[in-house]
């Protein structure tokens, strides 16, 4: 069988399990694992050159994160995220940004405000020169910092957890004619909202971005959904 994961590297500081944690949700994310595909223990040790010790504990935590899905007597696959287990995801993540984004707008450090504006003028070049790795790289920054301003660790914790579920799909999203200037104006706005310390703005415009988002992202799945049917 072919070989599709790099060993790893030992010197990193890192436990040696979220090492391989990292390894195997990037090549989720990058689609190197394709959904629905099984995930070997001893297949994935060694291609990573590693025990099945530390690969047992990391496909145990990306289960819980929704990357993998363990079935008795089946194995462990790849999930594949069904339009209803996004929509979810986005339910409770709409809530969560929206309580975040209003805790963020009482607050927010000046410094923080500054992060956030000089991400927003890095996104904009981005935008004009279309480079989606490098927009999706910004946005993450821009959003971390969001959180991190709520000073709130648990609600940070929760949200992190459902964005990584929803983190291969980020691209797709962003693809979608015209979507990127409408997120550069809702991130525009949500930076206003923090700088005038409106708690009601903020969660306003937070909610607004989410619901574009689960928005364009489901409209995008259906339509290359049915594209791939026609073929």
């Known amino acids: 069988m072919e070989r599709r994961l790099l060993p790893i590297k030992l010197d990193s500081y890192q436990p040696l399990r979220e090492v391989v944690c990292e390894t195997l949700r990037s090549a989720i994310v990058s689609g190197v694992l394709q959904p629905g595909e099984r995930l070997m ?13 530390p690969v047992r504990e ?6 819980l994160e929704g990357f993998v899905v363990m079935i008795p007597r089946r194995g462990t696959y790849v999930s594949d ?6 929509t979810e ?3 409770v ?3 969560l940004d929206i309580l975040a984004a209003g805790l963020a707008a009482e607050r927010i450090t000046e410094e923080e405000l500054e992060q ?7 996104i ?30 648990r609600l940070v914790g929760i949200i992190n957890n459902l964005r990584e579920q929803l983190t291969r799909f980020r691209s797709l999203s962003m693809s979608y004619p015209g979507r990127l200037k409408a997120m550069f104006a809702e991130h525009t706005r949500m930076v206003e909202s923090l700088g005038q310390r409106n708690v009601a703005l903020a969660q306003q415009f937070a909610g607004e971005h ?6 364009v992202l489901l409209k995008n799945m259906l339509e290359r959904g049915a594209d791939s049917s026609e073929e």
């Open 81 to 86: 995220l069904s339009i209803k287990d996004i």
């Open 58 to 63: 990391a496909i145990r935590k990306l289960e």
């Open 210 to 215: 989410m619901a574009n988002a689960e928005q």
């Open 41 to 53: 223990e001893i297949q994935v040790a060694e291609e990573l050159g590693v025990s099945r010790t």
């Open 89 to 91: 995801v986005f339910e």
């Open 124 to 153: 904009g070049g981005y935008i004009e020169h279309n480079d989606m790795e490098k927009i999706v790289e910004a946005d993450s920054q821009f959003h971390d910092i969001l959180y991190r301003a709520s000073r709130n660790e």
């Open 93 to 95: 993540r709409t809530s």
């Open 116 to 122: 956030m504006e000089r991400l927003l003028v890095e």
